[in-house]
Nanobody
Framework: QVQPVESGGGLVHAGGSLTLSCAAS????????LGWFRQAPGQEREFVAA????????HYADFVKGRFTISRDNAKNTVLLQMNSLKPEDTAVYYC??????????????????WGQGTPVTVSS
Protein backbone atom coordinates (compact mmCIF):
# COMPACT_ATOMS: atom_id res chain seq x y z
CA GLN A 1 0.00 0.00 0.00
CA VAL A 2 1.16 3.51 -0.85
CA GLN A 3 -0.07 6.61 0.97
CA PRO A 4 0.44 9.66 -1.23
CA VAL A 5 0.56 13.21 0.13
CA GLU A 6 0.53 16.08 -2.37
CA SER A 7 1.99 19.55 -1.99
CA GLY A 8 2.97 22.51 -4.11
CA GLY A 9 -0.36 23.77 -5.32
CA GLY A 10 -1.23 27.44 -5.32
CA LEU A 11 -2.19 30.48 -7.34
CA VAL A 12 -0.30 31.34 -10.50
CA HIS A 13 -0.84 33.64 -13.46
CA ALA A 14 -1.47 32.23 -16.90
CA GLY A 15 1.81 31.34 -18.56
CA GLY A 16 3.46 30.64 -15.23
CA SER A 17 4.82 27.44 -13.73
CA LEU A 18 4.28 25.25 -10.70
CA THR A 19 5.82 22.03 -9.49
CA LEU A 20 3.62 19.62 -7.60
CA SER A 21 5.20 17.07 -5.32
CA CYS A 22 3.86 13.79 -4.05
CA ALA A 23 5.54 12.13 -1.10
CA ALA A 24 4.47 8.57 -0.53
CA SER A 25 5.08 6.17 2.28
CA UNK A 26 5.04 2.41 1.98
CA UNK A 27 7.54 -0.27 1.11
CA UNK A 28 5.94 -0.88 -2.28
CA UNK A 29 6.34 2.66 -3.62
CA UNK A 30 9.20 1.78 -5.94
CA UNK A 31 7.17 -1.00 -7.56
CA UNK A 32 4.04 1.06 -8.20
CA UNK A 33 3.09 3.14 -11.19
CA LEU A 34 2.36 6.69 -10.03
CA GLY A 35 -0.07 9.02 -11.67
CA TRP A 36 -1.53 12.50 -11.47
CA PHE A 37 -5.19 13.25 -11.97
CA ARG A 38 -7.14 16.46 -11.67
CA GLN A 39 -10.70 17.50 -11.01
CA ALA A 40 -12.06 20.90 -11.86
CA PRO A 41 -15.23 22.24 -10.20
CA GLY A 42 -18.28 20.53 -11.63
CA GLN A 43 -16.15 18.21 -13.74
CA GLU A 44 -15.19 14.57 -13.49
CA ARG A 45 -11.73 13.56 -12.39
CA GLU A 46 -9.42 13.19 -15.37
CA PHE A 47 -6.06 11.63 -16.07
CA VAL A 48 -3.09 13.97 -16.42
CA ALA A 49 0.11 11.90 -16.45
CA ALA A 50 1.66 8.70 -15.17
CA UNK A 51 5.12 7.20 -14.78
CA UNK A 52 6.18 3.59 -14.54
CA UNK A 53 7.85 2.13 -11.48
CA UNK A 54 11.29 2.39 -13.09
CA UNK A 55 10.66 5.84 -14.57
CA UNK A 56 11.47 4.41 -17.97
CA UNK A 57 8.00 5.08 -19.37
CA UNK A 58 5.71 8.06 -19.06
CA HIS A 59 2.28 8.80 -20.44
CA TYR A 60 0.45 12.09 -20.75
CA ALA A 61 -3.00 13.34 -21.54
CA ASP A 62 -3.03 15.18 -24.85
CA PHE A 63 -3.95 18.49 -23.26
CA VAL A 64 -0.70 18.60 -21.21
CA LYS A 65 1.80 17.20 -23.70
CA GLY A 66 4.73 19.53 -24.10
CA ARG A 67 3.76 21.55 -21.02
CA PHE A 68 3.84 19.11 -18.09
CA THR A 69 6.60 16.69 -17.10
CA ILE A 70 6.26 13.84 -14.62
CA SER A 71 9.27 12.41 -12.84
CA ARG A 72 10.02 10.26 -9.82
CA ASP A 73 12.79 9.54 -7.35
CA ASN A 74 12.36 6.11 -5.79
CA ALA A 75 15.16 6.74 -3.30
CA LYS A 76 13.12 9.63 -1.90
CA ASN A 77 9.68 8.09 -2.49
CA THR A 78 8.57 11.15 -4.39
CA VAL A 79 6.97 11.94 -7.72
CA LEU A 80 6.90 15.40 -9.25
CA LEU A 81 4.70 17.10 -11.78
CA GLN A 82 6.40 20.08 -13.39
CA MET A 83 3.75 22.29 -14.97
CA ASN A 84 4.74 25.01 -17.41
CA SER A 85 2.77 27.39 -19.61
CA LEU A 86 -0.21 27.07 -17.34
CA LYS A 87 -3.63 28.03 -18.62
CA PRO A 88 -6.78 29.03 -16.74
CA GLU A 89 -8.33 25.72 -17.83
CA ASP A 90 -5.64 23.92 -15.81
CA THR A 91 -7.36 25.15 -12.67
CA ALA A 92 -8.32 22.09 -10.63
CA VAL A 93 -7.51 20.01 -7.60
CA TYR A 94 -4.60 17.76 -8.51
CA TYR A 95 -4.37 14.28 -7.06
CA CYS A 96 -1.50 11.84 -6.82
CA UNK A 97 -2.41 8.19 -7.15
CA UNK A 98 -0.69 4.83 -7.18
CA UNK A 99 -1.38 1.53 -8.86
CA UNK A 100 0.35 -1.84 -8.85
CA UNK A 101 -0.33 -2.09 -12.58
CA UNK A 102 2.99 -1.96 -14.38
CA UNK A 103 2.06 0.23 -17.31
CA UNK A 104 1.56 4.00 -17.05
CA UNK A 105 -0.94 3.79 -19.89
CA UNK A 106 -3.79 2.99 -17.53
CA UNK A 107 -5.83 6.20 -17.43
CA UNK A 108 -8.91 5.33 -15.47
CA UNK A 109 -9.43 6.40 -11.89
CA UNK A 110 -10.53 2.86 -11.08
CA UNK A 111 -7.13 1.55 -12.15
CA UNK A 112 -5.49 3.36 -9.22
CA UNK A 113 -5.86 2.07 -5.69
CA UNK A 114 -4.20 4.63 -3.42
CA TRP A 115 -5.02 8.34 -3.53
CA GLY A 116 -3.84 11.50 -1.85
CA GLN A 117 -6.10 14.26 -0.60
CA GLY A 118 -5.28 16.59 -3.45
CA THR A 119 -3.65 19.98 -3.81
CA PRO A 120 -5.48 22.91 -5.45
CA VAL A 121 -4.07 24.76 -8.42
CA THR A 122 -5.59 28.04 -9.57
CA VAL A 123 -4.45 29.72 -12.76
CA SER A 124 -5.63 33.29 -13.19
CA SER A 125 -6.05 34.90 -16.58
Amino acid sequence: QVQPVESGGGLVHAGGSLTLSCAASGRTFSSYTLGWFRQAPGQEREFVAAISWSASTTHYADFVKGRFTISRDNAKNTVLLQMNSLKPEDTAVYYCAATPLRSPHYRGSSDYVDWGQGTPVTVSS
